[in-house]
């Protein structure tokens, strides 16, 4: 079979993730340290593990209905609006497989051919080739280190075209660690309201922000909710990777049509998972908590060894990762990355994997225990001194 | 509240150093050392322990909890008693507390032999003493939050 010709020219045109392929050598290295996790280090609370078990014990492993359980959806509601200031129906949720499936059902409600997304970059991987999918055009809008890889109004303004139908706003940021402040949406808000463009906030790290002030979404802003959707999940707060959980919240014929398509691809997020979802929003903010500070511990830490190193990186106020400049070095990301992994068997990923703006940068993730990443620090510290920087 | 950061970073830790503990709480390393010193002073910090794998390192190490059953004193309760156990440099904690029995000792010994005649000649006549129960630890699998003998294990596959 010619399988080249027979596979769709889109999928076979989708980019595939830059993160991949390091992760695929540094796993078949002896003794490799790894700083390429995108995900929690911490067990999901046994509370949330406890629930999950239970709802398996009482039997409950029936689909749900296929915007998810309705008290899960009343739970979110009610925790966006305590911990984010969010108001939401549970006609306006739909519980998804993971923050993932919630931008695929987004973009593909919204995006027909033609159809430009505004992608700040660097970021997360997926938001591009699922564009690209629908046919749709992926419009990359390189965000700036010196305006610590923020949007700013001016950027966007320029960036609009009238074929323009989705902004992405992917803050906190994976993998800049860049955060928007209140008074930072504001402009871009402005911007918004004179136009139709629709915005997803991908809110997945919203949770962990560093700092005194907490993140803010933009759907709080005045005249912004019936333009935005919001995507979030359990992933990253609650340490739930592995039971693929996440929802969107946003104005009604839009999580109505979101809904249609999940309900042809997907029927309904893992029951299981909802269950114990339940308990996560109800009783396990002091556990979000307890991880926040640690990450907030090794983030400090993992800032200041890096800026001893000479590898400077501005403070990341979200998420869990720091996107220090290599500059330094003199040598290309990709470069960078490779010798680091097969001199010192340390595994980075580099900037570029998130957009061609994260030239000059790597991502180094701190969801690791300190006595991890003081040995890769170490390790960096002599491939550094052996390039002769 | 970094001062409970620090705290926990150290009960993790103890070698973690100041400039350690300054970066990560955002304080100066002199905010850090003066902290502790004040914690010393105040009895929060009472020391920095190792945590020795005995029977890994080849030298003969026997612990024990003993049980301990006792009359408490009027006026002075279970304080006096306890004073007097603690002084004894063989026992390593001495702890008052509730359920079946009064005071929770540990202790260490080179065999089981010391540790017996220890509170057969030494614990039991005590005055005050009612009554003991020994038990000998046959092996350590966690200890103090750490697991002995094990690294931990990064499960994560999508590394």
Redesign the interface.
Known sequence: MEYEKLISRAAAEMRPSGIRKF?DI??EMKDCI?L????P?FKTPWAIRQAGIQSLEKGRTWYTSNSGLKELRQEICRYLERRFDLHYTEDQTLVTVGGSEAIDMCIRALVEPGDEVIIPEPCFVCYYPITTLTGGVAVPLALKAENGFKLTADELRAAITPRTKLLILPFPCNPTGAVMRKEELEPIAQVLRETNVLVLSDEIYAELTYGHTRHVSIASLPGMAERTIVVNGFSKAHAMTGWRLGYACGPKPIIKVMTKIHQSCIMCAPTTSQYAAVTALKNCDADIESMR?EYD??R??LV??LNNLGLTCFEPQGAFYVFPSIQKSGLPSDEFCKQLLYSKKV?VIPGPAFGDSGEGFVRISYS?????LKKAVSRMEEFLKELGV | MYMEQILKVLETNARTSLEELAAMTGKTVQEVAAYMDECEEKHIINGYRTLVDWERAGVADVQALIDLRVTPRRDFGFDEIAARLADFSEVDSVLLMSGGYDLSLTMRGKSFQEIALFVAQRLSPLEGVLSTATHFVLRTYKKDGVLYGKDPIDERECQ
């Open positions: 992760f540094a796993a790894s390429g996790v995108g995900e280090d500070k511990l090794r400090r830490w200041n060894a595994a690791y225990s300190l006595d991890h």
